[in-house]
């Protein structure tokens, strides 16, 4: 998907590919800029009037998306089978309007339900997400943040979607307030068996509720796979340099590694590797040809030109890492028993 | 309760009632003089104009200027007032003024001086009634005469004498409330209305070259505290001593001399920087506007210095950027920049890297981190990332609606806390690794209004230790172990529920 501007096309989402099933998280990583909110839209087809979607096809259930019309979107899919949690959804409600009402809407304008019907779903909705349903006479100013969350997400749930998308859903939220929400979301998958997109720029967010895990890099995923892959044995030097710079509450103080320089302007995408300015292992191969998507183990893809040396190379280190561990989790005993 | 605050609040109290009378003095003054202007000088002043025995101007002077002085003095008395009510001495102390006391004094007296001179042209015009209705601004005399008079005990109101310490900032019992409009009934009441308890006792050191983390959920005061440091708002009472001096009750001049010292970091780097300046004018404004260089060049020499140090390399293609040519993460180094280019000796980082891209904090991070090594400059962090924080402090404090409820090195209160709050904020962060164990939400319900906080402990209503004491007694700050300090009357307890519900050995990293 571009972005036409006076400038040139923003490649926003650039050949890009995943599945998910029933029941699965997957979570989608990046930083800002990285396109990660453009899929979102492009899967749902909530695009502004100068993006064109150049090629590829967005099948549900077995259909594709891409053709179908603004009108038969509205009718037949958006709300009734994919949902979307938006981006800043404390802003998304509309303050004048009572916060049932607007729930009720979204109930009556895509399906034949009367309005008391829609009324006893919404308060039942609203219980489901945590929220007294007496509630639902006031108006977002009386919500707190985290509330406001949790009736998104009630006004998302309302049509029993297959397919819900979560985009930055706890951003701005303190973090017990977010970790309810955390909850809230893996207990509605685990009850209705919806599918749940979690985008994200928090790589620890997403390793905490999420399946499979996709990082996204200037518009493309440079490594796709489930979690525990990913996360355990990141194979590309974005993912590694990411989870290099995420401070882990649970590790002993150590010094964060950075990525030098900032993601590229998407008119103008480097050559090669988009990563290859950033990237400590770049080599001429990386700046003269894109890296082909491999399979580096069943099911986790990555898009390096060097994954198996990294892969090697991390092995070694891993080694020495047992090693200082084993010495670190008796130095951990020795203080436990001092308190 | 302290007896430090006892004193305080009797003082005030005692202060507060004398105030009640100078307040309704001077409202019957106002209404005295009102009344004398609209239905008898209109009408002496018609005369007198007519005669052309005096100029507009006079007629103005005499007759306008007592009423508005005495508005002022009567809204002066009435904040005086909500000061004292709400125990800011430190508010009580700035609307404290002898000047304006004395100013109200004169003008007030002033006219019944020259109607009631003999000889003067007002004295000849007027009977003995007319002369006593024109003398009523008079009574706006008494409330200033007693706004004088109550200087000695507000000057009473002084901070506790502290022992010398070497830290470089000291605050201690710090309070801010913010008031919530007061209505009239309120103040006939002699209520100080409903306000926000911002900041509530809050006291701390920072040494030199240490960083100190203030951690805690949003609306927990711990901006307030870094705002008050630089008197961007007047703390409600309390003091906050930089290098053994209070600035809270400096001269503004004598402040301004001490604020190129303390230099400050704000949270978005899109804000903060002025988008119409180049980057050289942004960081040498305040060499500029402090008269601190004397030349163009010296200043060039400075601004490149800074750049340098903050890893904007080579500084000279930059100086002529704009900010909407830079980057997050280089106008966030511009801002730190800026703070160093004044050779400060403390920074205050409100969130400095809350709104950047992950792969680009650490960077922020080191360079603050270099700067403390190399320069030996102290910094007072505020965050809300605990798992940031314990990189990058070496002593945090955890606040709850106003107050701190723990601190101590952050490995350890993150790793270990003792405060149910700080065990349920470890609880709900997530960590970078599938395998981990879910994050769990500890506290019930959501944070109190810092309007009305909860009596005693302002956690029990959330707390799974709750215990009937905790609603009544509030727990203090107490040093429960070496570095380590807790506000719980549970702490025991709590620290040992929390060392059982440990699912895995704290340290064992993800690297598996």
Not at chain 2, 13 to 30: D, G, I, P, Q, R
Request: aromatic residues 6%.
């Amino acid at each position: 998907m571009y972005f036409n501007t006076k400038d040139g096309d923003v490649k926003a989402v650039d050949g890009v590919g995943f599945e998910i099933a029933e029941r699965e998280i997957l979570g989608i990583v990046g930083e800002s800029g990285c396109g990660k909110s453009s899929l979102a839209s492009t899967i749902l087809k909530l695009l502004p009037h100068n993006a064109k979607l150049v090629e590829g096809k967005i099948l549900l259930e077995g259909k594709d998306l891409v053709p179908l019309s603004d009108a038969e979107m509205r009718s037949k899919i958006r709300w009734t089978k994919i949902s979307l949690v938006p981006q800043g959804a404390m802003n998304a409600l509309n303050p004048v309007f009572r916060v049932g009402d607007q729930i009720s809407e979204a109930i009556t304008l895509h399906t034949d339900t009367s309005r008391s019907a829609a009324k006893v779903r919404t308060g039942q909705l609203l219980k489901l997400v945590g929220v007294d349903p007496s509630r639902a006479s006031h108006y977002p100013h009386e919500f707190s943040g985290g509330m406001k969350q949790r009736a998104m997400i009630a006004m998302s749930l309302a049509l029993n979607p297959r397919l819900l998308i979560a985009d930055e859903p706890t951003t701005a939220l303190d973090v017990i307030v977010q970790a309810g929400i955390i909850r809230l979301l893996m207990s509605i998958r685990d009850e209705f068996g919806t599918a749940i997109i979690l985008i994200s720029h928090d790589l620890a967010l997403v390793a905490q509720m999420s399946d499979k895990t996709a990082i996204m890099y200037a518009g493309e995923f440079v490594e796709y796979g489930s979690s525990s892959d990913v996360y355990g044995t990141p194979l590309h030097p974005y993912t590694i340099g990411l989870v290099g710079a995420f401070a882990d509450i649970r590790k002993p103080k150590e010094p964060l590694t950075s990525i030098p320089g900032s993601p590229p302007n998407l008119i103008t995408p480097p050559e090669g590797c988009r990563f290859n300015p950033r990237c400590p292992y770049a080599a001429d191969l990386c700046r003269s040809k894109e890296p082909p998507i491999e399979e580096a183990s069943p099911g986790h893809l990555v898009a390096c030109h060097f994954w198996k040396d990294i892969k090697a190379e991390k092995k070694s280190q891993e080694e020495r890492e047992t090693d200082r561990q084993e010495e670190r989790g008796t130095g951990d005993a020795r203080r436990g028993v001092g308190q | 309760m302290s007896e430090l605050d006892k004193a305080t609040r009797e003082a005030t109290s005692k202060v507060e009632t004398w105030l009640l009378f100078a307040w309704m003095l001077a409202a019957l003054a106002m209404l005295a003089t009102a009344a004398t202007l609209i239905y008898f000088e209109f009408g002496l002043a018609l005369i007198a104009l007519g005669s052309a025995k005096i100029s507009l101007g006079t007629v103005g002077a005499l007759f306008f200027v007592p009423t508005v002085v005495d508005g002022l003095l009567l809204r002066r008395a009435g904040r005086m007032r909500a000061a004292a009510l709400r125990e800011d001495t430190v508010g009580l102390r700035r609307l404290d003024s002898t000047w304006w006391s004395l100013a109200t004094i004169a003008v007030s007296v002033a006219v019944p001086i020259v109607v009631f001179v003999p000889g003067s042209p007002e004295y000849v015009k007027l009977d003995f009634v007319g002369r006593v209705f024109t003398a009523l601004p008079a009574l706006g005399a008494i409330p200033g005469i007693m706004l004088i008079l109550l200087r000695g005990p507000i000057g009473e109101l002084k901070p506790p004498q502290l022992p010398p310490s070497d830290a470089i900032l000291e605050v201690v019992h710090l309070k801010k409330y913010f008031g919530v409009r007061r209505s009239l009934s309120e103040a006939f009441r002699r209520s100080a209305g409903g306000m926000v308890h911002a900041v509530d006792d809050v006291s701390f050191k920072i040494g030199k070259a240490e960083i100190f983390g203030l951690a805690g959920e949003s609306g927990s005061g711990k901006t307030t505290v870094l705002r008050t440091a630089l008197m961007l708002t007047e703390p409600t009472s309390g003091a906050v001593i930089f290098k053994g001096q209070d600035i809270t009750r400096m001269d503004r001049s004598e402040f301004k001399k001490q604020r190129t010292k303390i230099q400050v970091v704000f949270q978005d780097p899109y804000e903060s920087v002025n988008p119409r300046m180049p980057v050289f004018d942004i960081v040498a404004e305040g060499l500029m506007v402090n008269n601190l260089v004397s030349s163009r060049a010296e200043a060039m020499e400075k601004v490149t210095k800074a750049l340098r140090e903050v890893q904007i390399t080579p500084p000279e293609d930059y100086l002529l950027r704009y900010p909407h040519e830079l980057s997050g993460g280089q106008r966030q180094r511009v801002a730190i920049a800026r703070a160093l280019v004044l050779d400060p000796e403390l920074i205050l980082a409100d969130e400095p890297v809350s709104m950047l891209d992950v792969s680009i904090r650490a960077e922020i991070i080191n360079i603050l981190l270099g700067i403390r090594e190399k320069r030996g400059i102290s910094v007072l962090m505020v965050t809300h990332d605990l798992a940031l924080s314990k990189d990058m402090v070496d002593r945090i404090a955890i606040m709850y609606v106003g107050q701190i409820v723990e601190s101590g090195p952050p490995e350890e209160v993150v790793a270990s806390p003792y405060h149910p709050y700080t065990h349920a904020l470890t609880a709900a962060v997530p960590v970078p690794d599938p395998q981990a164990p879910k994050i769990k939400v500890l506290a019930k319900g959501e944070i109190p209004t810092n309007i009305s906080p909860p009596s005693g402990c302002r956690f029990h209503p959330r707390c799974p230790f709750v215990q009937p004491i905790c609603a009544e007694k509030e727990p203090a700050l107490q040093e429960v172990s070496p570095g380590r300090q807790v506000a719980c009357h549970f702490w025991k307890e709590a620290h040992e529920a929390f060392l059982k519900g440990l699912d895995e050995p704290v340290g064992s990293g993800a690297a598996s």
